[in-house]
Each structure stands twice: as structure tokens, then as C-alpha cells.
């Protein structure tokens, strides 16, 4: 039993070591979406150190991305591919818009903020924030992706 | 020498765990140095491995329109493959297959294998990308295997004898064909087929990550991503590994015999895979297409003439 469970443990660390991110666009009008991309493409801000990999497919996910304000247009299909992401999974809100809506706040057609319908983790606010700031909140979600695995 | 063909030559040694540690070891050299040739740190070298970890302790969830048996045991079926195919390839100066393994001809069909259960896979998850990639999957296929039968028929033609372990016996007495200009048109059809048959990018034209969201591998998350993943860490090691006995097998015996294996495989990984996606984009599927059937056929074509006129 404490062989297994020591086993369990180690197999735990490592897999904390292999995040993957999913990147939800709700809407959002380009710029988060285009500072997400700086991190993992440009040298200087290179995810893949975190052993972290954008992937393409929601099944592949362990962390999502969500920026935009969520819109009535999109938000049936971001609830859709949202419970597409196996669990266990840790929601990173990149961008003041699925925080509070930010310029688009009073808007009829937005359904911000995003957490009344997503359990939202960890917020990274800014418009658009910087990608040391996305960084950051992708390393937070680690150290709690690190506790759901 | 080693010549076995019980359970452990598959499971163990030549096969099995070892030939998965070095298959995840080359995809991690593959990802670390390309990182740095783009001016980034990139993932640790141990990177395949902790993501396999991580996979396996992932949930798999399957499609509802998905026909479940056919969805789950594709991933299955290819590992599985792939662990066979691995015990086939000798290790020059290491280790021989057992002749009633299987020979060259056997090999090749289970090289086809992966290719299969991608589709077979694809198809069944029921997802529209999935069937996309079935179909660029299946003309890739096609384009590719033509060259890789004429190479491999040219270089049994000029050995006699469809068994790797004569052909690597006849390069020890003859010299290596690597040096042999006869062998140089089937060599660079060889050169242009192992990408293709790794599905990199300029040939990862069925699991496209930014057009087709990987196409057969979409729907596939958890334990059943990750034995796609342990089956294609393990076909690197069966082609490069085929590729060395082919054309360079000529090694030293014994520990520095595998230790030469090794390089040369990280050489063919370096050269083949890691250097060219870096620097190429990715063909459409009727550009790749065309390619194979001009320049690798033709060149094996005239492989296997050269070597019957020879």
C-alpha cells in the first residue's frame, strides 16, 4: 500500500510537469488572444519551458484559456466545448473582458462575467495584459492543477 | 550477440521498454533542439515522458456517436503493433531477430499498421475532422508505401535475401551501402519516405494541428492519447532503426554497438525530422502527393533498375 501510494505520488509529480493549454475565444476582440500566442511563439516568452503545449483539441486540455466578454452569439458553444476538456482541468480568464465585461460591459449582447457560468480559477486582468502576466497566471494554474491531479 | 525470441525480446530488451524509452527520448531531442533552433529554451528532454504520465491519468472520454470497441481499441491495436515491429528490427552487433519472428516482408506490413489504425480511428470517433483525416491519411499512404516497397525490394534484390539479419550480414562482408553509389537513388527515396511515414511537417498533412485540430486524434483524450502517443514514439525507433539496417548498419559489438545505434538514430532524428520541420511549412495533401509520386517512385524505381542491371 505505501509502495503504491508512493508510486501514485511520484507518477502525480511528473504529470504536473505536462500541462496543456486550450485557448476559448468568447468573443473576445483579438488582442488577448494575439498577447496568448506571444507567449507561447515569441523566444523571450517560451511556455514550452513550463513543458506546457497549445493544443488544438479540447480533449487534449489540462488548462483553459478563456478571453472575450462571452457573447449571446458565441456562449451556448464555449458551455459546449468547455465540457468538452476532460477533468481533471483549471479555467485561467485572460483579459478584463470575461472578468467584468470591461468596454463592453453595458452591453445587451454580453453575458460577462464569465464565471456565472464557468468555474472560473484565475483571473489575469488587463486589455490586453502583458504576456509576463499570462505567464504568471498560467504558473498559478499549475501549482492548483498540481493539487486537482 | 543476442538471438532470442522469447517473450523478453519483445517485452524488454529490444522491444518493449527499451525501445519506448528510446522512442520518447528521441521525440524529446526532436522537441528540445527544434526549440532552440527557433531562439527558445524549450521542454525539458524527459518532456514525452512526464506527458505520457500525465495521459494516463487523464479521463478518456468517448463520443457519444462514437462506436466504442472500434474507438477504444484502435489506440490498442497500434501499440501493440508497434511493440511486435520493434523486436523485429536488429540492433547491428547487438542483437538479431529470431528468423521465425518474422523477416523484411512481415516488417512491412506491420509498418502499415499505424497509418490503418489512425484511420480506422478518425472514423470511428464519428467527428468530421476525424474523416478529413481518414481521407488525407489514406492518399498519403498510398503516395508513400509505393517508394518504401521499391527501396526495400532494390536492397533485397542486391543482397539476396529478404531477412534483415542477411542484409545486414552481407553490408559487414561487402561494406556498407551507404558508400555504394548503386544504392544512392534508393537511400534518398529512403531519406524522403521516413518523414512522410512520421507524419511531420511537411507530411503531417492528416493530423494538421492548425487546419484539420489533429484530425484522427481529435476525440481522443486520456490513457487511449497516450498509447497514440507510446505507438508513435515506437515506430520512430522500428523506421529509424529500419533505416539504419538498410543502409548504415556496420557497428562494433556489444555495449558500444548500441551506444553506436543510438547516435545514428539521433543523427537520422536530427537530419530527417527535427531540421525539416523547422524549416519547411506544411505541402497541402495534393502537393505531397505529387511529390512521392515523382521524385522518391521515380527514384526507387530506378533503384530497383540500377540494381538488376548491376
New interface residues.
Partial sequence: MTLLQTLTEKARQLAVRSPWIYRINAGSCNGCDVECATTALIPRYDVERLGCQYCGSPRHADIVLITGPLTTRVKEDVLRVFAEVPDPKVTVAVGVCPISGGIFRESYAVHAPVDQYLPVDINVPGCPPRPQAIIEGVAQAIALWRERI | MLASNTPLAVLLFPGGLFALGLGLMLKGLD?RVA?RL???????LA?P???L??L??????VPDIAAQPVFLGAPLIGAVTMLLAAALVPIPGVYAPNPMLGDLLVLLYLLAVPAVVLMIGGSASGSPFGAIGFSREMALMIAYEGPLVLVVAAVALRTGSFSLNDIVAYQKAHGSFLFDPVMWPALLAFLAFYPANLGIVPFDIPEA??EV??GP??????PA?GLFKVMSALKAVVVLGLGVALFFPLAPDGVAGLIVHAVKLVVMMLIGVTFLRVSMGRMRIDQAFSFFLKWPLALSIASLAIVALA
Fill in positions: 522537441r526549440a527557433q531562439g527558445r529554451v524549450g521542454p525539458p518532456q515522458f512526464y506527458d504520465v500525465k494516463g491519468r487523464k479521463r478518456t472520454m494541428e492548425t485540430l489533429e486524434l481529435l476525440e481522443y483524450s486520456g492519447l
